[in-house]
């Protein structure tokens, strides 16, 4: 793992990247040794690649908990904009506060989602790590609504593991038999 990203070393689909996480059997797609192998998701391992081990129980269980953490994040956020009402800091510092969280959700949505798709820069990451970190709320919501629908970065990683196994595929189906016993042209 990378530390300043918190994202793997090895690309989905590295022949040196690690084992099924969650201690998963091999299927047919993954091979036995050599080849790709599937790069874990957070929450989910590599249930994500057949959609075995617990994969249903654990979507609704990253829906729920998204959304649990964005209400109580919410809550907090209301118990904070009250201190600043208590404090009688005037209307422009309210309207500052809550324009600064809302803005910055927003972008930390909008940023969250992209990531589902594809990767990000990690020099944009490590600048943004402020703003994504006060629109936290949004990030929330980003993996509640992606997990409605598959494991938040199934599909990304699905296609660089796809990508993987085709390249495998070819590099190792392209020869049959030994070259040097093949008869030359003259």
């Not at 690649?49 to 979507?59: C, Q």
């Not at 997990?147 to 392209?174: I, M, Q």
Request: hydrophobic residues 35%.
């Amino acid at each position: 793992m990378s530390d300043e990203t918190g994202t793997p070393d090895t690309p989905a689909g590295s022949p040196g990247g690690a084992a099924p996480a969650d201690g998963a059997a091999q299927g047919a797609d993954e091979p036995q040794s050599g080849g790709p192998r599937p790069e874990p998701l957070r929450f989910f391992g590599t249930s994500w690649v057949h959609h075995d081990n617990g994969y249903p129980a654990r979507r609704a269980g990253v829906a729920v908990g998204s959304l649990a953490a964005a209400v109580a994040s919410c809550l907090v956020l209301r118990f904070a904009y009250e201190g600043i009402r208590i404090a009688d800091t005037g209307s422009f510092v309210t309207v500052l506060v809550v324009a600064m969280f809302a803005i910055c959700s927003a972008l930390a949505f909008r940023n969250t989602w992209d990531g589902f798709d594809k990767r990000h820069d990690p020099q944009r990451q490590a600048s943004l790590r402020g703003l994504l970190a006060i629109g936290f709320v949004g990030s929330l919501l980003a993996y509640f609504f992606r997990s409605l629908t598959e494991a938040p970065g199934e599909k990304l990683h699905r296609e660089e593991y796809d990508k993987a196994r085709e390249a495998h595929e070819r590099r190792t189906t392209r020869r049959t038999g030994n070259p040097s016993k093949k008869k030359r042209r003259r």
